[in-house]
């Protein structure tokens, strides 16, 4: 069974930056797209970020240009860092592996301050 652990969320103040890691048990060059969606509170979950084996990203419009989405394969982890930090960026930050089958990741709390 995959298994997918985010880490690297916390409290941050607005304008501030963070780096969101997944890190996954089996090796990621068994996924087609490796993506980060946020939940915010009574909100549905939204994806934000995804890159695929060639490398491509794709942004939401919320992120694209504050976010970036990279990939390790040596060390099957996949990070997202967005800088300028805004108060909407609050939510659950959930990691998802999507191959012949879609998994997720347990998330991780991001709260922004203003």
């Known amino acids: 069974q995959v298994q997918l652990v985010e880490s690297g969320g916390g409290l941050v103040q607005a304008g501030g930056s963070l780096r969101l890691a997944c890190a996954s048990s089996?090796?990621?060059?068994?996924?087609?797209?490796m993506a980060w969606y946020r939940q915010a509170p009574g909100k549905s979950r939204e994806e934000v970020a995804s890159?695929?084996?060639?490398?491509?990203?794709v942004y939401s419009a919320s992120v694209k240009g504050r976010a970036t989405i990279s990939r390790d394969n040596a060390k099957n982890t996949v990070y997202l860092d967005i800088d300028n930090l805004r108060p909407e960026d609050t939510g659950v930050y959930f990691c998802?592996?999507?191959?012949?089958?879609?998994?997720w990741g347990q998330g991780t709390q991001v709260t922004v301050s203003s």
């Open positions: 998802r592996a999507l191959g012949v089958a879609s998994y």
């Open positions: 089996h090796s990621i060059y068994a996924f087609n797209v």
């Open positions: 890159i695929d084996d060639d490398e491509d990203a």
